[in-house]
């Protein structure tokens, strides 16, 4: 149950990052640049500070596309993992809703914000795909700095990627439920899930193909010198 509270409180505070920093960002700065880099330094240093704090309880996973590269790794079972997307998906709806309250709107409103366009699907795959291989290298070499290398990775991936890095099939569906400039419709959330997903596949079959076992003793070796 701790687990799974912890997936559920970290996913619904990212989501709250992601839509309160652009709500508040626009309307102090409007569509500036300035705004666009307070947008994601919120949401990649509330996801590194998430990690940090829920990571020894639940591996701070807070998105269904890692819960389920874990899952066809064997790390996990399909048991522990079917909570986890629940907690992850209500999470990033009560993300939402806490926002739209906090801002004074409409609790459950549904978006309309169109997300359409193969440069925008192929910047979810690209994206997605280099968070869960960052995710998966980093924990093959059981590196401390997973926290901090995910948080910065999605700070950067927002700055440059055409559809701002959602990566996460949670922070999409909880992003329906807003009318913020963040948000997204439900046509192209479930679209953004379907890549995000697949991309999490791939990176996870990149990941086993690229780090043998012999690899991964070799770099925990060095890092112990």
Do not use: W
């Not at 048991?79 to 009560?94: E, V, W």
């Not at 419709?185 to 953004?192: E, G, T, V």
């Amino acid at each position: 149950m701790k687990k799974n509270i912890s997936e559920f409180i970290g996913t619904a505070f990212l989501v709250a990052a992601i839509l309160g920093s652009n709500s508040l960002a626009m309307g102090m700065m409007d569509s500036s640049s300035a705004a666009h880099l307070a947008h994601s330094l919120s949401i990649g240093g509330t996801l590194m500070v998430m990690i940090i704090v829920f990571g020894p309880i639940s591996g701070g996973h807070f998105n269904p596309a890692v819960t389920v590269s874990f899952l066809v790794k064997g790390d996990m079972k399909l048991a522990d993992a079917m909570p986890y997307f629940i907690a992850q998906i209500l999470g990033g709806i009560a993300g939402a809703v806490a926002i739209n309250i906090m801002f004074e709107s409409t609790p459950f409103p549904i978006s309309e914000v169109a997300r359409e366009g193969y440069g925008q699907y192929f910047s979810e795959f690209i994206t997605t795909f280099g968070l869960v291989m960052i995710i998966h290298i980093l924990v093959n070499q059981k590196s401390d700095y997973i926290p901090f290398a995910v948080g910065t990775y999605i700070f950067a991936a927002i700055t440059y990627s055409s559809s701002t890095a959602f990566a996460n099939p949670a922070v999409a569906i909880g992003r329906i439920f807003s009318n913020a400039n963040a948000s997204i419709d439900p046509q192209s959330a479930f679209i953004f899930c379907i890549v995000q997903i697949f991309a999490a596949l791939l990176a996870y079959v990149f990941c086993k193909t690229l780090l043998s076992e012999k690899e991964v003793k070799k770099i925990n070796k060095k890092r112990k010198k």
